[in-house]
Every structure is written in structure tokens, then in C-alpha cells.
């Protein structure tokens, strides 16, 4: 089953027309109504509040603004996640933090479809350990599985190709595993990382 | 889910305050038929108010009589505005009028006459000139004299001094119905004119709708036998400015259509 996105929120055709027509208070609803998936979309991806926090006001700077050039042949939300998605690896190519992800190696086909432990149930924990991933690798799997992603589409906003996202989706799934079960980023873990980036800096 | 920080939507506001208008098409376009709306609406009146003024300049001036006509005219640039400040006194009568019309009559009662044939000399006034007020106390007569010197139970009376107004007490009484059928017709024939179904809009049809029911409940009321002159004149202004409305709309519309536009805004495009 596709997971449900945070974004799926059905507006109203009449909430639609009135912001198309430059009503504050539309504006206002939307906004609202979109705040918290856009800024978590953005942590996933960005892994920093502040980047965040200016994603969201990009992000909903371009949605009210371009509102009249959405055609409504599809859900507004998908239309606003994708700018969402646009402007958060935007953010993370200037920061030249696009190129910070796992290291593929040479073993094909690696998919990883195994559940989460139990402690992913816990967000704050979580959240603790998608923080200790790449960010590369944090959006790949954030996409896929809180997103529904799929990695064709991984692969055209991240212009890479298709074995690369299921690439990062199945290493950061094991090493998001290993974080959690382990209660924490271990020592091991962290070295990993540092080693990793330092390689990619 | 995160929680972004508090302020947010404050920050985006003055962005988008800052930048003015969303570049929408449909604000852009809503903005421009607005703006064509009220110069095609300043179009019409003034064609309407012009063959009365044309009259009212070139006619003799019987200087009483005529000024103090002038105070009834006045009393459409505030109906204009909603500002419009009734006489409690015929103004009860006069919604019980109509509501009773509505009741009565379920066809509207429309009188025609000729609109060259109505002596206007001494009499006219401009349509839209700047309110000149008539001393209430000066113009309450019992005649219909009285009735042209102060608007008809649609103000209140306004104790103006003579020296900077030009109703005298002592008036002519002068009959305003003539002028009003007169510029009732002339209405009437510019909406029909302007009426083209073709090119109606749907804001544009409940536009009208709602102003041809008005018309009929107005003449349903005027089609009451035991009217007085001041009520009967009041119905015949209430008539004149629904049938200005309606001429702007129905002018407006065919202007939006030469010009390729809509008096509805743009409609989503689903593609």
C-alpha cells in the first residue's frame, strides 16, 4: 500500500477561486493547512530548521504567487509538494550538499524492503537518526517512503537515474535500521558518516 | 510532523504585500475588466445624461422653477453611494408600496410616453450635477412643486440658506412625472438596445435578473391607483436608476465581448 503523504489534503474548489482571485484570507488558509508537511519535508531533506523555515517561505511565496497557473488537472497538493520538493533540493545543491550520500558499491539490484524496527515508531528518535544520515541519502528515503516517491521520480528531481535512488534508499534503509536498533548513532555509525562525507567533500 | 517556526504566515504577507497583486491571470485580467466596466458604466451614463443635458442647457431658463427642479437630481449621485438618507415619513409607505405591489400585480406595469413630446423647458435638470439642496421649509407645499424641490421622501429635508441655493419659496408648481417617464423611456430603449443574450455572462444574467425583478416590483407598486404624487415621482426615480443599472450592465457586457472578455472572471482550465 502507497504510503500517505502529509501533503493529501483536499482543498475545496471555492477555497481555490478565492485565492486564484486575491484573497488574503484564502491565502492564509492554505498556508496554514500546508505549513507543517512543507517544513517537515524540508527538514527531511535540508536537516536544518533554519534552511526549513526559509524552504517553507520560498516554497509558499511561489504556490501564492503562481496560484492562476495552477490547472487543476490534478490534486493542488501534488502541485504544491512538487514545488515544495523543487525548492528543498535547491537549497541543498547551493549548498553543495547534493553530492553527500552513501557510496555505491558494486552490488546491483539492492533492494531493501524490510520493515523499520520498533523504534522507528518513535518520531523524536527518528527524527534523531534520519539526521545522522547523508542528506542525499535522507531525501531519497524520505521521498520514497513518507512521499510515495517513486524512483523514476527520484531519479528527475535529484538528476540522477533510477539505480541510484534504489541505490540510496537501500543502503540508508540498513543504516537507518543499524541507528535504531543500535538506540542511537553509534560510535561506528558516526565515524561512517564522517568518513563518508569528508570522501565526498 | 514538524512545527515550523511561529510567524511565518506574518513573513509571507508582507512578501506577497510588498510584491503587490500574486501575478495571477485571473487577478490581471480581473483588474483590467474592472477598470473596463467602469469606463464602459461612465460611457453609458454619460450618453444617457446627455440628451436632458443637451435640453437643460439650450432650454430658457425660468430660473425658479428650473433650479428648484435641480434639487431632485441631486438625489442620485447618493443613491449612487447607498448613502441615500430617506424622509421616514414616505419611506415606510413606500416599502409597503412596492411589497404590496408585489402582492397585487405579478406582471410589471410599464407606462410608455413618447420621450420627444414632454416639454422639458423649465423643468429639466442635469442628471448629475452637484447637489444643489432646496430649504425644506420653502418647499413643502402640497404640490408637486414642493415635491421637485426636495427630493421625494428620499432625503431629509436640508435647511440650505436661499443665498447659496436657488429654490424660492414661492415656486410654480411643476409637474416632475413627465421628465421622469421621458427618461424612463429613453432608458428602456438603451437596454433594449444593449441587451444581446448572446454575449450574457453568468454574473451578468443574475446581474440583470436581479434588476428586471426590481423593475417589475417597482412597477407593480406604481401600478397602484391610490398612489400620492410624491410617491408616485419616488417610484419613477427608483425605476430610472434600476434601468441606469441595468443599462450599465448590459452596455458593459457587449463592451466586455467586443473586446473578447467576460464580466465573469477566468474560469479554471482543466486540461
Known amino acids: 500500500m502507497p504510503p500517505t503523504s502529509s501533503f493529501a489534503i483536499d482543498v475545496p474548489d471555492a477555497l481555490l477561486a478565492r485565492a486564484r482571485a486575491g484573497e488574503r484570507a484564502a491565502f492564509e488558509q492554505l498556508y496554514r493547512w500546508f505549513e507543517r508537511p512543507v517544513f517537515t ?33 490534478s490534486p493542488f497538493w501534488g502541485w504544491l509538494r512538487q514545488i515544495a520538493v523543487n525548492e528543498a533540493l535547491m537549497r541543498l545543491r547551493s549548498r553543495r550538499r547534493l553530492g553527500h550520500e552513501i557510496a555505491l558499491d558494486d552490488e546491483p539490484g539492492l533492494e531493501d524492503h524490510a520493515p523499520l524496527p520498533p523504534a522507528a515508531a518513535d518520531a523524536a528518535q527518528l527524527q534523531r537518526a534520519l539526521l545522522e544520515l547523508p542528506a542525499v541519502t535522507r531525501s531519497v528515503l524520505w521521498l520514497y517512503h513518507a512521499e510515495g516517491y517513486t524512483h523514476e521520480e527520484i531519479a528527475a528531481l535529484m538528476q540522477r537515474t533510477a539505480s541510484f535512488s534504489k541505490s540510496q534508499l537501500a543502503r540508508g534503509s540498513r543504516r537507518l535500521r ?24 | 510532523m514538524e512545527s515550523p517556526p511561529a510567524g511565518g504566515w506574518a513573513v509571507v504577507s508582507r512578501s506577497l504585500a510588498s510584491h503587490a497583486a500574486p501575478s495571477s491571470i485571473v487577478g490581471r485580467r480581473e483588474q483590467r475588466a474592472n477598470w473596463l466596466i467602469w469606463t464602459a458604466s461612465a460611457a ?47 419611506q415606510p ?35 448629475r450635477p452637484k447637489p444643489a439642496r432646496a430649504p425644506a421649509s420653502s418647499s413643502r ?29 414661492a415656486t410654480t408648481p411643476v409637474d416632475p412625472l413627465p421628465r421622469l417617464y421621458a427618461e424612463s423611456a429613453q432608458l428602456e430603449a438603451l437596454v433594449a438596445l444593449a441587451r444581446d443574450d448572446r454575449v450574457a455572462s453568468a454574473s451578468g444574467a443574475v446581474l440583470t435578473g436581479e434588476l428586471d425583478a426590481r423593475i417589475g416590483l417597482i412597477d407593480a407598486a406604481l401600478s397602484q391607483s391610490d398612489l400620492s404624487p410624491a410617491q408616485r415621482s419616488a417610484l419613477w426615480r427608483q425605476r430610472i436608476d434600476a434601468l441606469r443599472e441595468l443599462a450599465g450592465v448590459e452596455s458593459t457586457e457587449r463592451w466586455l465581448a467586443a473586446q473578447g472578455e467576460r464580466l465573469d472572471g477566468a474560469l479554471v482550465r482543466v486540461d
Do not use: Y
Not at chain 2, 440628451?51 to 449612487?80: F, H, I, M, N, Y
Not at chain 2, 427630493?151 to 429635508?157: A, I, K, N, S, T
Open chain 2, 141 to 169: 407645499t402640497a404640490s408637486s412643486a414642493t415635491v421637485a424641490a426636495t427630493p421625494e421622501g428620499l432625503q431629509p429635508p436640508i435647511d440650505v440658506s436661499p443665498s447659496t441655493n436657488t429654490a424660492v419659496a
Open chain 1, 178 to 201: 543499524l541507528l535504531l536498533e543500535t538506540g542511537g548513532p553509534s560510535a561506528t555509525a558516526k565515524a561512517a558518516n564522517t568518513k563518508l562525507e569528508a570522501n565526498h567533500a
Open chain 2, 93 to 127: 409607505m413606500l416599502t409597503d408600496r412596492i411589497e404590496n405591489g408585489a402582492r397585487v400585480a405579478s406582471t410589471p406595469v410599464t407606462t410608455k410616453v413618447p420621450a420627444a413630446s414632454l416639454p422639458i423647458a423649465g423643468d429639466a435638470t442635469p442628471k
Open chain 1, 41 to 73: 519535508l524540508a527538514m527531511r531533506i535540508g536537516g536544518d530548521r533554519e534552511e526549513a523555515a526559509e524552504v517553507l517561505q520560498d516554497t509558499m511565496l511561489k504556490v501564492l504567487g503562481r496560484i492562476g497557473e495552477f490547472r487543476g488537472g
Open chain 2, 44 to 90: 453609458v451614463l454619460a450618453v444617457v445624461a446627455w440628451a436632458p443635458l443637451e435640453r437643460w442647457l439650450g432650454a430658457p431658463q425660468d430660473t425658479v422653477s428650473a433650479k428648484s427642479t435641480a434639487a431632485a437630481a441631486p438625489a442620485r449621485s447618493e443613491r449612487d453611494t447607498g448613502a441615500r438618507a430617506k424622509d421616514p415619513a414616505d
